[in-house]
């Protein structure tokens, strides 16, 4: 399915603020997880970092590693997952439900779309 040009704008736009939801979805959940000051700090800034670290060597638009469809898939999963689980723990299970809902629609459209690309617009 090919996406019209500024519907796929604004799917791209939607998936970045997704991903930056995400990073501070997991920031607020590392900090809100414990009590002790110094692990709070460290899982505040941890827990974005590893998903943006791995989210930047197999996920994004440029990406360190090209690796199947299926990888990237699982990795968005994986953040994505992870951020929406981190509002369910924060206590905010609707907006976990909410956030986890928004991503598999823009993901699969996302990938719809680069899927009909690759083929020729086929």
């Given amino acids: 399915m090919k996406l019209p040009a500024a519907l796929r704008v604004a799917n791209e736009g939607l998936a970045f603020l997704l991903?930056?939801?995400a990073l501070a979805a997991?920031?607020?959940?590392g900090w809100e997880v414990?009590?002790?000051?110094?692990?709070?700090?460290?899982?505040?800034?941890?827990?974005?970092?590893l998903a943006a670290v791995v989210w930047g060597l197999f996920?994004?638009?440029?990406a360190r590693f090209r690796v199947p469809l299926a990888v990237v898939l699982l990795?968005?999963?994986?953040?994505?997952g992870t951020a929406a689980l981190a509002l369910a723990d924060l206590g905010h299970p609707a907006w976990a439900?909410?956030?986890?809902?928004?991503?598999?629609?823009?993901?699969?459209?996302?990938?719809a779309?680069?899927?009909?690309?690759?083929?020729?617009?086929?």
Avoid: H, M, Q, S
């Avoid at 997991?26 to 959940?29: I, K």
């Avoid at 000051?37 to 827990?47: I, Q």
């Avoid at 996920?59 to 440029?62: N, R, V």
């Avoid at 990795?75 to 994505?80: E, I, P, R, Y």
């Fill in 19 to 21: 991903e930056l939801a």
């Fill in 26 to 29: 997991l920031a607020r959940w």
């Fill in 34 to 49: 414990t009590e002790n000051t110094a692990l709070r700090l460290l899982l505040a800034v941890a827990a974005p970092a």
């Fill in 59 to 62: 996920a994004a638009p440029k």
């Fill in 75 to 80: 990795v968005k999963a994986l953040v994505f």
């Fill in 97 to 111: 439900l909410a956030f986890a809902a928004v991503t598999l629609a823009n993901t699969t459209l996302a990938t």
């Fill in 113 to 122: 779309d680069r899927r009909t690309a690759t083929r020729g617009g086929v």
